[in-house]
């Protein structure tokens, strides 16, 4: 894997309090279909003037995945001055994650 889930060190109101782009990734490291997004997810995201990227390891019970609704995984949330303005669920192309970012970044509050 090219970045790993980390367990939540973010509470819902310090990521409704970020600044500008953000990507919250939920996903676990041993999830299959994390695994085989990574591909469509990576190219995209991980690029010098890309958002900021939060893989969050998620699970039953996880307060902040919860505050999201997440069901499936993977799950890309994208905040903007820490609102959610798109979201992604199991991203099989390129294309779904860029027209996410491009709603993300065209909303004029990144």
Do not use: N
């Not at 676990?28 to 990574?38: I, L, S, V």
């Not at 799950?75 to 993300?104: C, I, K, N, Q």
């Amino acid at each position: 894997m090219a970045h790993a889930y980390l367990p939540e060190t973010l509470t819902r109101e310090q990521a409704d309090a970020l600044p500008g782009a953000t990507v919250l990734q939920f996903g676990t490291d041993w999830c299959g279909y994390c695994r085989a997004a990574e591909k469509v997810i990576d190219p995209v995201l991980d690029t010098a003037d890309g958002p900021r990227r939060v893989l969050v390891e998620d699970g039953k019970g996880r307060p902040l995945g919860r505050s999201y609704r997440v069901k499936l995984w993977p799950t890309l949330v994208f905040l903007s001055g820490g609102v959610e303005v798109a979201r992604v669920v199991r991203p099989w192309r390129e294309s779904d994650v860029e027209e996410a970012l491009s709603d993300a970044m065209g909303r004029g509050k990144v």
